[in-house]
């Protein structure tokens, strides 16, 4: 045929100066889809030969070859999969997708212009991905099952021309006339690195060769040439699509590696497929230990996403709920519908199911995991404090993820589970008893947890640094409320244990009547209330908190990050069988006075808070022991 001139279809050069300048981030883009397609193309041939013998009857050695002109300033990409008729050319490079300029203009502006990539990946023009880095692109094609070869030209000045060409084989081959200030992608080195980023896992082999070898070529440098030329940049082997049974410990680890730069290796490795509504593939890791950047907010994190093997991002934040930043992976879906520039998913439905998938896979391998004691305690020394996150945030899973925290408690320092705390309640204990302190080391002698500790009640020590913002999200385990000891009106034993202690208190606190008058009165500036206390058994007193009340620790922390703290004034229990308790109520005047205020100062030492009156107490102290 003659050469035609040809306009676009539709006003198709203004859309696609929209695409080439508004739809990609980085420039590098164009090389993994023009790779893609070629991929695509094999694929398309392939099939379509198993039941047509005449469409590969010369049994090809598939491949993708790469061939870098610096004279010519030209970049080529060239596959022998199913190549294109002169009304393929039409179809495929002269419209975007056959639908037309209108309709795109139209959905866009239905949409919006922030649906653009939403939009975008509806209309087909992958290829066009190339003029972002070329002034001209030249595509020279030759269909299988037709004799005919055809050249197809454009620099996107709103028209491309179509005439007769010669091609030796079958397939497609996209030359691109670079732009001055893209050179560099003439380069192997940055060819290969951009193949290894995006599509080292295609499963056909891409070759690089240079059409103008230097003049002055040594024979050793020409053989190592040769030799680079026969080899492919890429590893074509998707270890995740592989059975597990086939893929030895070591392979795995060299894969995490790779991934993570991270060369301690897995501390588990969990391959797995998604079947049914959506099939995908992945292999995940989770560390051996955690890194700093896990608790930045602003660092981007997540699974690296693959579909058919074609790389889209490792940031796909996504697939993947913030409270299991910790694993690390690769998730394959052919299903996955994408935007043309393959870096913004469009199908939410799909995702969805994908991330639930991942999420009950994760879970399902810490549930086994749990029944490893020692297993589990590297793991969650690790990264417990980050999956605790997942109660407050995934309330589809929040069952699920309970059963598998752990903490230390009064009983037991290693931590238990909460299954486990339930089943060892106490009797007559209804709820899941738990108190609030920086270290465990407080929380154990905190004055609080002592009559618990007396009836056989186990106390949950809470020192993580999220663990009392998630009291609200935990609320109950397995019909147990929580109940913090430091809070509110707590009272443990049995029904008629606490009845007895009831009695004895009322009865103390009408012993004590005037003792607690003249203190309420000292520290009405201090406190809002002063009682016979139900918790104490070794100490003389204590402070307790409202029951909606900050705890004392998240106080400190907040005023050290010059939080604004509402005032909430505590209240001051006294043990009124102390023997120091029975002594200071026997003071009178400036004595009592002093003892008030060392008993009251005594109480925030215990808790791990700061006296109000350093210089004063120091003072009080001295002259106690002075006497």
Sequence with gaps: MATEKREFKAEIAEMLDLVVNSLYSKKEIFLRELVSNASDAIDRAKYLALTDKTIAPENPEWKIEIVSDREAKTLTVSDNGIGMDAADLENNLGTIASSGTKA?????AEKGEGALPELIGQF???????????????????????????????????????????????????KLFLRDDQLSFLDRWTVSDLVTRYSDFIAFPILFRDAQPPKDEKDDDRKRREEQEKKPLNTMVAIWKRQKKDVKDSEYEEFYRHLTHDWAGPFETIPFSGEGQVEFKALLFIPKKATMDLFMPQQKRGLSLYVRNVFIGDDMEMLLPPYMRFVKGVVDSADLPLNVSREMLQDDAIVSKIKSAVVSKILSVLEDMKKKPERYSEFWAAFGTILKEGVHTDWQNADRIKKLLRYPSSRNRKGVFLEDYVKDMAPGQKDIYYVVAEREEDAAAAPQIEAARKHGCDVLFFCDHVDEFLTESLREFDGHSFVDVAKGDVQFGTEDERKEEKAANDKAAGELKNFIEAVKKELSAKVEDVRVSTRLVDSPCCLVAKEHALSPSMVRMMKAMNENVPEDKRILELNASHPLVKKTSALEGEALSDAITLLYDSALIAEGSPVEDPQRFTRLLAGLMMK
């Design 104 to 108: 795109f203009k139209k959905a866009l």
């Design 124 to 174: 087909g023009v992958g290829f066009y991905a190339a003029f972002m880095v070329a002034k001209e692109v030249e595509v020279v094609t030759k269909k299988r099952g037709g004799a005919a070869a055809f050249r197809w030209r454009s620099d996107m000045g709103g028209s491309y021309t179509v005439e007769d060409a010669e091609r030796d084989g079958f397939g497609t081959s996209v």
